[in-house]
C-alpha cells in the first residue's frame, strides 16, 4: 500500500507543471495562482476548524510573524519566479529545475548554518547541477526556455529553501499541517496585489480548458497529493524523501508525453545526472513541502 501511494504521490505531485501549461492558456498564471490558493486555504482552513477543531486554533503573534513570513518565501517569492518560467521555459526543463531545491537547501545550510559540507553531498551537487546544465544548453539554444526565466525559477527555489531553513529555526507549536494552511493562505492573499498590479496583462476564459485544470491543479495536486506527503512523512520521511526526488524524472516524461515535448539525449542524460546526483547527495533535512 506505501508503494501505491508513494508512486500516487509522485504522478500527482509531478503533473503541476504540465497542468499548469494548459491552464495558462486559458488564464494569466498570476491569475490562476491567486484564483487557485484562495481556492484551496479556504478548503483546508474550513476542514481544519470544523474537522480538525481539537487540534487547531488561531496562532498567536508571534506565529502569525513568522507564518507572514514563511507565506512569503515557500508561496509568494517561490510561486511567482515559477509563474515567470512557465511562459518562457519548457514543462519538461522547469521539472528536472525543480530538483535544485534540496541541492540548494544543502549549500544554504553549509553557509547559513555552518553544517559542514560532506564529500558525498558536494559530489552529489556538482553531479545533478552538471545534469541541469546539460538538459538546459539544447532548450537555450532551440528557444524552448530563456536565461531569464530559469534565474527566475532558480530564485523562486533558492527562496523556498530559504523558507526550509526558516522554519527549521522557528518553534511554531503548531502541526506542519497547519503550519501549511496558513502559510498557503497568506501567501495566496498577497497574490492580490500582485495581480492589482499586473491588471493590464489579466486575462480569463471560462472555458473546459480552464475548469478542468484548475480543478486538477486545486484537488489532485494540492489536496489530496499533499495528504498522501503527510501520510508518508509520518509513516518514514526517509522513503517519502525518495518519493520526493522521484518528481523530477516523472515531470520530464510527462512534458514529452504529454505535452509532446521532443526527447534529446541530452534531456534523457542531463535528468539522469540529476537523479544520480540527488540519491548521492541524500540527507535528513527538515523541509515544508509547498504546492507547485
Not at 6 to 23: D, E, P, Q
Not at 101 to 123: E, G, V
Not at 222 to 247: M, N, S
Amino acid at each position: 500500500m506505501e508503494i501505491i501511494e508513494g508512486l500516487l504521490f509522485s504522478i500527482l505531485w509531478a503533473s503541476a507543471t504540465v497542468a499548469t501549461k494548459f491552464a495558462v492558456h486559458s488564464v494569466d498564471p498570476f491569475l490562476l495562482t491567486l484564483l487557485r490558493f484562495l481556492v484551496v486555504a479556504a478548503v483546508l482552513q474550513g476542514f481544519s476548524f470544523i474537522f480538525k477543531r481539537s487540534s487547531s486554533r488561531i496562532p498567536t503573534r508571534q506565529e502569525f510573524k513568522q507564518l507572514f513570513i514563511l507565506g512569503v518565501l515557500n508561496v509568494t517569492v517561490y510561486m511567482s519566479g515559477y509563474l515567470i518560467a512557465i511562459k518562457t521555459v519548457s514543462a519538461g526543463l522547469i521539472s528536472l529545475f525543480s530538483a535544485t531545491n534540496p541541492l540548494i537547501l544543502i549549500l544554504l545550510s553549509a553557509l547559513l548554518l555552518k553544517k559542514k559540507l560532506t564529500a558525498n553531498q558536494a559530489i552529489g551537487v556538482v553531479i545533478a547541477f552538471a545534469g541541469l546544465i546539460l538538459a538546459a544548453i539544447p532548450n537555450l539554444k532551440n528557444s524552448h526556455a530563456t536565461v531569464w526565466g530559469l534565474i527566475a525559477f532558480v530564485a523562486g527555489i533558492t527562496s523556498l529553501s530559504f523558507g526550509s531553513i526558516y522554519f527549521s529555526k522557528t518553534n511554531i507549536q503548531l502541526s506542519k499541517m497547519s503550519v501549511n494552511t496558513w502559510q498557503i493562505t497568506i501567501g495566496g492573499l498577497l497574490f492580490i496585489p500582485i495581480v492589482a498590479l499586473n491588471s493590464g496583462n489579466n486575462y480569463l476564459h471560462t472555458d473546459l480548458n480552464f475548469f478542468l485544470s484548475f480543478a486538477w491543479l486545486v484537488i489532485p495536486v494540492t489536496i489530496i497529493a499533499y495528504a498522501l506527503w503527510l501520510k508518508l512523512l509520518h509513516a518514514d520521511p526517509v522513503k517519502a524523501g525518495i518519493w520526493l526526488f522521484l518528481t523530477p524524472a516523472l515531470g520530464y516524461i510527462m512534458a514529452v508525453l504529454i505535452m509532446h515535448e521532443k526527447i534529446t539525449v541530452y534531456g534523457v542524460c542531463g535528468a539522469a545526472l540529476v537523479i544520480t546526483g540527488l540519491l548521492y547527495s541524500r540527507r535528513k533535512v527538515k523541509v515544508l513541502l509547498v504546492a507547485d
